[in-house]
């Protein structure tokens, strides 16, 4: 099957990626990525990314009705969040996830319950496309003045009945010397 540019792109991004994590030296990515805007068929693009372990999924959905959710430790997060959920309690702590995009969006269709992101260093969350009807939003600075952005998170959809909440994880004197 031909790819398209887009194709194209996605990959050389997935090769951009690597190279930042040190995954492919730098003449590596350069090969692969002429490789990439040359490629006429996904064969040949699959073949660019095979040896490169433990990509994040474009989209992941999530969808619960009463209970609870929770993604901590070493989780690879995606450039997408599908959070469909009733009356439960989702939390998503990034202080040990796995980042390989610089944006991700998560879209809500929410209806009470709660939904709480535990900050990593350097993330950033607006609501700026988020309605909502009868809850709370509460996004604490994640990021001091002059820190580097590694993580844009932004929520987008709706939220009836329940709250989000966004802050950060306050390490104390005694977690530092463990």
């Known amino acids: 099957m031909r790819a398209s540019d887009a194709d194209r792109e996605r990959v050389v991004n997935v090769l951009r990626a690597a190279a930042a994590d040190g ?16 490629a006429r068929t996904f064969g040949e693009l699959a073949l660019l990314t095979a040896d490169l372990a ?14 609870s959710v ?11 969040l599908e959070l469909r959920s ?8 990034f202080t040990g996830a796995v980042i390989r995009h610089d944006t991700l969006r998560i879209d ?13 260093t350097g993330m950033v969350v607006t609501a700026d496309a988020l ?3 009868h809850g709370d939003v509460d996004i604490s600075p994640s990021t001091g003045p002059g820190d580097p952005v590694t993580l844009r998170v ?6 009836r009945y329940g709250w989000v909440e966004a802050r950060r994880l306050v390490r104390t004197r005694r977690d530092e010397n463990q």
């Open 86 to 93: 009733s009356w439960s309690d989702m939390m998503l702590d």
């Open 108 to 120: 809500l269709n929410m209806r009470g319950g709660s939904l709480i992101l535990v900050a990593g």
């Open 154 to 159: 932004q929520l987008a959809g709706r939220m």
């Open 23 to 38: 995954r492919l030296a730098p003449e590596e990515f350069s090969q692969r990525a002429r490789a990439a805007w040359s």
């Open 54 to 67: 433990e990509r994040a999924q474009d989209v992941i959905r999530i969808g619960q009705r009463g209970g």
């Open 131 to 133: 309605v909502v009807r």
């Open 70 to 80: 929770r993604r901590a430790g070493r989780w690879v997060v995606p450039r997408r």
